[in-house]
């Protein structure tokens, strides 16, 4: 996933919790304690993120361009003075 879908992913659960916690506000009752700290430090994730959405690089992920290999077998005189790997010169015994 690129940076701007994760935020965007986080963006919208964050939003699922503000919704959350307004429907517990609503059966707690928002005079206590515990849910006026859960509303404020829902409230510092809603600032955080906003500042993370703000201060993220804009500039498209780089991505490579691709290159097409053909299927046709290549010209064997490419392969005229290589060493088979592991194996040594075609022309020379092993030590």
């Known amino acids: 996933?690129?940076?701007h879908d994760e935020l965007t992913s986080v963006q919208r659960?964050?939003?699922?919790?503000?919704?959350?916690?307004?429907?517990?506000?609503?059966?707690?009752?928002?005079?206590g304690l515990d849910i006026r700290r859960v509303r404020t430090d829902t409230?510092?994730?809603r600032e955080s993120v906003a500042?993370?959405?703000?201060?993220?690089?804009?500039a498209a992920e780089a991505r490579p361009d691709l290159v097409t290999i053909p299927d046709t077998p290549y010209?064997?005189?490419?392969?005229?003075?290589?060493?088979?790997?592991?194996?040594?010169?075609?022309?020379?015994?092993?030590?």
């Open 1 to 3: 996933m690129s940076l």
């Open 13 to 31: 659960c964050l939003d699922d919790l503000v919704r959350s916690v307004g429907r517990l506000e609503k059966q707690v009752g928002d005079g």
């Open 43 to 45: 409230d510092h994730l």
């Open 51 to 58: 500042l993370l959405r703000a201060t993220a690089p804009v």
């Open 75 to 95: 010209d064997a005189s490419l392969w005229t003075d290589s060493d088979d790997e592991g194996l040594g010169a075609r022309d020379r015994r092993a030590p």
